[in-house]
C-alpha cells in the first residue's frame, strides 16, 4: 500500500531512513561495520544516502527509497526515473566504493533477479546473454539498464561492463511495520542499558546531529555514555571497541596507582602531545622519555583522558603488565584481541585517527628469555604500517 501524498509521505520516507541509518549504527557497535557517514559532501554523496565503511575498508553507499509510489514493484525504467541507475553508475565507477545497497520496502525482483545471476556467470558475457536472460522480461530490463548505462546490450565489452554493475547491486527491504521497529529496539538493548526506544532516538538524534561527519564506534559509544544510556557491562561484550575500552580502562587505573598524592598535576607536555596528534602533518611517531619520578606516567594518563574527551580512539598496551610472548598468542590471550593491535585500532577508528600507547617499553629487557620475540613484537607494532626509516 502507498503512503499518502504530501507532507505526510515525506515524513514517513524520512522515518524509513533514519530507521535503517539507526540500524546501521548497530553494526557499527556489534563490530559487523566500523564507519559510517551520513549525507557526504560533493561528488561522493550524489545519488546516496550514506557511505558505510565495513572491515578490511569495504565501502558500500546506500540510497534509501521507501516505495514505488502505487507500483509495489520497481522496474528498471522506475529505478532510472527516481535517478538510481545513474547513481549505480556513479558510485560503481568510484575506485573507493565496492557495493551499491538499495533499500526500499518496495521490491526490485528482476533487477535483483539479474544481480543474483549476474554473480553466477562467471564473469562471462557470452554465458550470461545465452543462459542468464532466460525470459523476456529479463532481456527487456537487461536492454533498459543497458541503454540507462550507455551499454550496448549486444557487444561482449559493454556486457561485461553492466555484469560489472550488476554485481556489487545489493537490495535491502529496511525496517517499516511496527514489528520490525520493535525488533530494532529490541535489539538495539544488546547495546546500552535503556528501553530500547530511547536508544533507537537518541542514536537517530546523534546521527542526525553529525550529518557529513564520520561515526564510528568510539564517538557511538561515548554519546551513549552521555546521554546516560551506558553500553553493556564490556565483560559480556566481546566487540573489538569494547576490548579495547577494556584495556584504556585498566591502563588509566594503572597509571593513576603511581600519581604522586593521587593527584594529575596538568602539565603543558600533555598539550603539546595532543596537538602533534591532533595535526594531520604532526609526527606520526612520538617518543616521551624522562628519569624516574619526572611526571611521564601522569602525562600520559592527561593524554589519555583528552583522547577519551575528543573522541580519539586510542589503544594502549603497558608491556611491564602485558608482556610481550609470540604474536597471535600475545594478542589473543594477553591482550584479548583477535588480531593484530593496529588492525583492531584501525577497525574501531574507520577512517578517522587514531593513536597506539606502547608504554613501558624498557620493560622488554626483563624478559631475557624472550627478548628477541619481545622485541620483534615491539617492533612490528610499532612498524605495522610503514617502517621507521619511512617516518619523518
Known sequence: MSQEFGGRSDKFGNEFERLWVASLALRILDGTATSLLWEPLGSAG????????????????????????????????????????????????????DRFVFVSRD?????????????????D???????SLSSKKHRDE?????????????????????????????TERGFW???????????ARAFAKGEGKTIIDSVIRFLSESL?????????????????????????????AATIERLQSVFQRSLS??????????????????TDLTNPDGPRLILLHGRSGYGKSGVLL???????????????????????????????????????????????????????VVDQLDAVRWTASHSESAWQICRDLIEFNSPLNDWD
Open 212 to 240: 557529513g561527519n564520520e561515526v564510528n564506534a568510539t564517538t557511538l559509544r561515548q554519546h551513549l555514555r552521555v546521554s546516560n544510556l551506558p553500553p553493556r557491562d564490556m565483560l559480556d561484550d566481546l566487540s573489538v
Open 257 to 274: 596507582g603511581v600519581l604522586a598524592g593521587n593527584q594529575l598535576i596538568p602539565r603543558k607536555e600533555a598539550g603539546e602531545i595532543l
Open 302 to 356: 592527561e593524554v589519555t583522558h583528552r583522547l577519551i574527551q575528543s573522541a580519539i580512539p586510542f589503544l594502549p598496551i603497558r608491556l611491564d603488565s602485558q608482556r610481550p610472548e609470540s604474536g597471535d598468542v600475545y594478542f589473543r590471550d594477553i591482550l584479548g584481541l583477535d588480531d593484530h593491535p593496529v588492525r583492531c585500532l584501525l577497525s574501531v577508528a574507520g577512517n578517522g585517527s587514531a593513536v597506539l
Open 142 to 170: 537487461f536492454r533498459i539498464l543497458c541503454q540507462c548505462w550507455q551499454l550496448e546490450a549486444s557487444v561482449a565489452e559493454d556486457v561485461s561492463r553492466a555484469i560489472h554493475y550488476l554485481q556489487r547491486i545489493v
Open 177 to 187: 511495520q511496527p514489528s520490525e521497529r520493535l525488533k530494532l529496539e529490541r535489539e
Open 125 to 131: 558475457p557470452h554465458s550470461f546473454l545465452k543462459y
Open 46 to 97: 550524489n545519488g546516496i544516502e550514506l557511505r558505510l565503511t565495513l572491515p578490511e575498508e569495504v565501502v558500500e553507499v546506500h540510497q534509501c527509497k521507501i516505495e514505488n509510489k502505487t507500483q509495489g514493484n520497481w522496474t528498471a525504467r522506475a529505478l532510472q526515473s527516481a535517478g538510481v541507475v545513474d547513481a549505480i553508475r556513479h558510485q560503481i565507477d568510484r575506485p573507493d566504493v
Open 107 to 123: 521490491p526490485c525482483r528482476i533487477v535483483d533477479d539479474l544481480a543474483d545471476r549476474a554473480g553466477r556467470c562467471n564473469n
